[in-house]
């Protein structure tokens, strides 16, 4: 039976849909976004009308729906491992009060169907479009939520179905939306990838700004690409269009004037974690102040502009991404830290409204306003350059033992190879402690993160079992793994509380009993009592504290549990 005839039978119209592929957002005159449904439904008309489409269900959402994919490919093949072109992934909705690109894709793709020229133009690019990432957000629509945003009518909810704020999940998984996510990510390898958002912060006579992977964070070959050809040729591309862009405006209730710089996608963020991978990633940032059908073209037209880059730019592209491990590999170290150079900085000319500070009728205080009868352009400071604050070698392995076996699963889950070891065994490996680390006073996505995390480090002999992983760092996931394994990295596991059980002792000493034992302790190493002696003489409050003493003394001694602070992944420096 045909699909239409299908949903007919169903007793679901489409009547709109299936007559002229008409969006709701044309039809309202850009002042709607699609629903859920309507959106899914609008791909599935499409699909059924032009082979070249296809509308796949790819793993499960929090919202207990499918998260769906809509492909694009001339040649009609849709097996994402068998596709060898150049290849885009469009994602949308992750915020569904951001809905500019649920609009927007739905558009481009029916436009590139139905034009010759432009599926002449594309027939070298494979299109894959997530339509609406956040499903349970999109189903949770109102009014209200945006309060400062010009538009649409309705739309759904920054909150996943549990809450979960989808643009910080991408290494910690803690949702379905991100496990599917890996998987259609790892099953189609895109070259390039987008996310569409809506901005705030500040006003500008920007429509539009932009946010491409930070070069330096990039990196080699693949950081000069994107920094010295891709973004301006894209930027030109869109200035030939009439649309002005900007860097996204990386300030709160300031004036852009006073300078800002870089928004630094680490990996928790979508375009942090498929630069782990070697794409070429970039956020879409439309300004919340200006009207919707302005922001959805805008949108439009960046993928647009994006979409012929790669049609030109493929094939380079390509070598560079599968040059791009051994390009790490060839540096020795790696970069954990990052901080702004603030030596270096790029000058834009930009194009804002005058902002005054006021009295506010609200509090009495100041407040920030901006005078949109006064445009301006004005010279500021963007500063767009990082430098490592920290680096460490890179190891030619990890060993994870099969204890650890929640790691393990979200090493395969990020495509990582893995490979257990065959018989008992032992190993000289670099074994780090926890040595210090601060952690926040409330919750963030469901996690009270480390930070400023410091290990100490050691080179032993350690016996590892049958079926521990041995994970070689000589592979595509190679930044995923330093990102990930290193505790020191900013959106470590370790930081996001995934090795917390470390942190507390499981075995202590009574007082009453261990005074005895410390004496003994003591005199069998006078190597310790002499470093006992000298802290009790030049730090008062130790000297003061009785249990902080024996403590001590306990800690140095062989009755301290050994698996304290003990991080459980090792480092192999040696073939």
Same mark, same amino acid.
């Given at each position: 039976?045909?699909?239409?005839?299908?949903?007919?039978?169903?007793?679901?119209?489409?009547? @709109?849909?299936?007559?002229?592929?008409?969006?709701?957002?044309?039809? @309202?005159?850009?002042?709607?976004?699609?629903?859920?449904?309507?959106?899914?439904?609008?791909?599935?008309?499409? %699909?059924?009308?032009?082979?070249?489409?296809?509308?796949?269900?790819?793993?499960?959402?929090?919202?207990?729906?499918?998260?769906?994919?809509?492909?694009?490919?001339?040649?009609?093949?849709?097996?994402?491992?068998?596709?060898?072109?150049?290849?885009?992934?469009?994602?949308?909705?992750?915020?569904?009060?951001?809905?500019?690109?649920?609009?927007?894709?739905?558009?481009?793709?029916?436009?590139?169907?139905?034009?010759?020229?432009?599926?002449?133009?594309?027939?070298?690019?494979?299109?894959?479009?997530?339509?609406?990432?956040?499903?349970?957000?999109?189903?949770?629509?109102?009014?209200?939520?945006?309060?400062?945003?010009?538009?649409?009518?309705?739309?759904?909810?920054?909150?996943?179905?549990?809450?979960?704020?989808?643009?910080?999940?991408?290494?910690?998984?803690?949702?379905?939306?991100?496990?599917?996510? %890996?998987?259609?990510?790892?099953?189609?390898?895109?070259? $390039?990838?987008?996310?569409?958002?809506?901005?705030?912060?500040?006003?500008?006579?920007?429509?539009?700004?932009?946010?491409?992977?930070?070069?330096?964070?990039?990196?080699?070959?693949?950081?000069?690409?994107?920094?010295?050809?891709?973004?301006?040729?894209?930027?030109?591309?869109?200035?030939?269009?009439?649309?002005?862009?900007?860097?996204?405006?990386?300030?709160?209730?300031?004036?852009?004037?006073?300078?800002?710089?870089?928004?630094?996608?680490?990996?928790?963020?979508?375009?942090?974690?498929?630069?782990?991978?070697?794409?070429?990633?970039?956020?879409?940032?439309?300004?919340?102040?200006?009207?919707?059908?302005?922001?959805?073209?805008?949108?439009?037209?960046?993928?647009?502009?994006?979409?012929?880059?790669?049609?030109?730019?493929?094939? /380079?592209?390509?070598?560079?991404?599968?040059?791009?491990?051994?390009?790490?590999?060839?540096?020795?170290?790696?970069?954990?830290? =990052?901080?702004?150079?603030?030596?270096?900085?790029?000058?834009?000319?930009?194009?804002?409204?005058?902002?005054?500070?006021?009295?506010?009728?609200?509090?009495?205080?100041?407040?920030?306003?901006?005078?949109?009868?006064?445009?301006?352009?004005?010279?500021?400071?963007?500063?767009?350059?990082?430098?490592?604050?920290?680096?460490?070698?890179?190891?030619?392995?990890?060993?994870?033992?099969?204890?650890? =076996?929640?790691?393990?699963?979200?090493?395969?889950?990020?495509?990582?190879?893995?490979?257990?070891?065959?018989?008992?065994?032992?190993?000289?490996?670099?074994?780090?402690?926890?040595?210090?680390?601060?952690?926040?006073?409330?919750?963030?996505?469901?996690?009270?993160?480390?930070?400023?995390?410091?290990?100490?480090?050691?080179?032993?002999?350690?016996?590892?079992?049958?079926?521990?992983?041995?994970?070689?760092?000589?592979?595509?996931?190679?930044?995923?793994?330093?990102?990930?394994?290193?505790?020191?990295?900013?959106?470590?596991?370790?930081? =996001?509380?995934?090795?917390?059980?470390?942190?507390?002792?499981? /075995?202590?000493?009574?007082?009453?009993?261990?005074?005895?034992? %410390?004496?003994?302790?003591?005199?069998?190493?006078?190597?310790?009592?002499?470093?006992?002696?000298?802290?009790?003489?030049?730090?008062?409050?130790?000297?003061?504290? =009785?249990?902080?003493?024996?403590?001590?003394?306990?800690?140095? @001694?062989?009755?301290?549990?050994?698996?304290?602070?003990?991080?459980?992944?090792?480092? $192999?420096?040696?073939?």
């Amino acid at each position: 039976m045909h699909r239409l005839l299908q949903f007919i039978f169903l007793g679901i119209t489409f009547t @709109s849909y299936s007559q002229d592929y008409k969006t709701i957002f044309e039809t @309202s005159k850009g002042k709607e976004t699609a629903t859920y449904q309507q959106t899914i439904d609008f791909y599935s008309i499409l %699909a059924d009308s032009y082979p070249q489409i296809s509308l796949l269900e790819i793993g499960m959402t929090d919202s207990g729906k499918p998260l769906h994919l809509v492909v694009y490919n001339s040649d009609e093949i849709f097996d994402l491992k068998k596709i060898t072109k150049s290849t885009i992934l469009i994602n949308n909705g992750i915020h569904p009060g951001e809905p500019d690109g649920i609009d927007a894709s739905m558009m481009l793709l029916r436009d590139i169907v139905q034009n010759e020229n432009l599926k002449k133009k594309f027939t070298d690019i494979v299109i894959c479009i997530i339509p609406i990432y956040n499903v349970g957000g999109s189903l949770n629509r109102n009014s209200t939520s945006r309060a400062n945003q010009n538009g649409p009518v309705a739309y759904g909810f920054r909150g996943n179905a549990r809450n979960y704020d989808l643009n910080r999940d991408f290494i910690k998984n803690d949702t379905k939306n991100a496990r599917t996510f %890996a998987e259609i990510f790892h099953l189609i390898d895109p070259d $390039v990838f987008i996310d569409n958002h809506v901005s705030n912060g500040a006003d500008y006579q920007y429509t539009l700004t932009h946010l491409f992977t930070q070069h330096n964070k990039l990196g080699g070959e693949l950081g000069i690409f994107i920094d010295q050809k891709m973004r301006p040729e894209v930027q030109k591309d869109l200035v030939r269009k009439g649309l002005i862009i900007t860097p996204y405006v990386n300030v709160f209730n300031q004036v852009p004037e006073i300078g800002f710089s870089q928004f630094f996608d680490t990996p928790r963020y979508s375009t942090g974690y498929t630069t782990l991978y070697h794409t070429f990633g970039m956020m879409v940032e439309t300004h919340m102040l200006k009207t919707y059908k302005d922001r959805v073209d805008a949108t439009y037209s960046f993928m647009e502009s994006v979409l012929n880059f790669l049609g030109d730019n493929g094939r /380079e592209i390509e070598d560079l991404r599968n040059k791009a491990t051994s390009s790490v590999l060839s540096k020795k170290m790696y970069p954990i830290e =990052w901080e702004i150079d603030s030596t270096k900085h790029t000058t834009l000319n930009f194009k804002g409204y005058e902002g005054n500070i006021e009295t506010s009728e609200v509090t009495g205080l100041n407040r920030l306003k901006y005078d949109r009868s006064d445009p301006t352009t004005k010279p500021v400071k963007y500063y767009n350059f990082f430098k490592p604050k920290k680096e460490i070698i890179i190891p030619k392995a990890y060993i994870i033992p099969k204890d650890w =076996w929640h790691i393990i699963n979200l090493m395969r889950l990020n495509n990582i190879e893995l490979y257990p070891l065959k018989k008992d065994t032992v190993i000289s490996v670099e074994s780090y402690r926890i040595n210090n680390y601060n952690t926040v006073a409330k919750p963030y996505e469901g996690h009270y993160l480390h930070s400023d995390t410091k290990v100490l480090k050691s080179n032993i002999d350690r016996p590892f079992g049958r079926g521990d992983y041995l994970i070689p760092t000589n592979q595509n996931g190679i930044r995923y793994l330093l990102e990930t394994l290193e505790p020191e990295a900013k959106d470590s596991y370790f930081n =996001w509380n995934f090795f917390d059980i470390i942190l507390q002792q499981k /075995e202590g000493f009574s007082p009453y009993v261990f005074e005895d034992l %410390a004496v003994e302790i003591l005199n069998d190493n006078p190597k310790l009592k002499s470093e006992f002696e000298q802290k009790k003489k030049e730090n008062v409050e130790f000297s003061n504290n =009785w249990y902080a003493q024996l403590n001590y003394i306990y800690m140095h @001694s062989k009755y301290y549990e050994k698996a304290h602070l003990q991080y459980p992944v090792y480092r $192999v420096l040696h073939n």
